[in-house]
Nanobody, 127 residues
């Protein structure tokens, strides 16, 4: 399975962006999907996750209420809608697929649960 992330760019603080992750090789509905990000000099951190089947979502407090993850199974795509962006949201954003999602009770925010990763897309938020 391959993941291709896109949609990053430069935006002013308070602005919005929508990231997309196209899955190829397998049907995206087989996977729980997640977004992570890594800022320069920092560890990669969890941003959002969605379950494989029923649309349950999970967010850390840092983005809750501002970011929304949703899937379009017909297009084999998962999106991350980002609103009210802040300079601290600046990072490379990665999408990832969790093949074990159907055996989990909640969408996972653990990096080691995701086996397949996209190449990343840069998001820069200017103040």
């Amino acid at each position: 399975v391959q993941l291709q992330a896109s949609g990053g760019g430069l935006v002013q603080a308070g602005g919005s962006l929508r990231l997309s992750c196209v899955v190829s090789g397998r049907t995206v509905s087989n996977y729980g999907m997640g977004w992570f990000r890594q800022a320069p000099g920092k560890m990669r951190e969890f941003v959002a996750a969605i379950s494989w089947n029923d649309g349950r979502t999970y967010y850390p407090d840092s983005v809750k209420g501002r970011f929304t993850i949703f899937r379009d199974n017909a297009k084999n795509t998962v999106h991350l809608q980002m609103e009210s962006l802040k300079p601290e949201d600046t990072a490379v954003y990665y999408c990832a697929a969790d093949p074990m999602s159907r055996w989990r009770t909640v969408p996972s925010g653990r990096e080691n649960h995701y086996e397949h990763w996209g190449q990343g897309t840069q998001v820069t938020v200017s103040s």
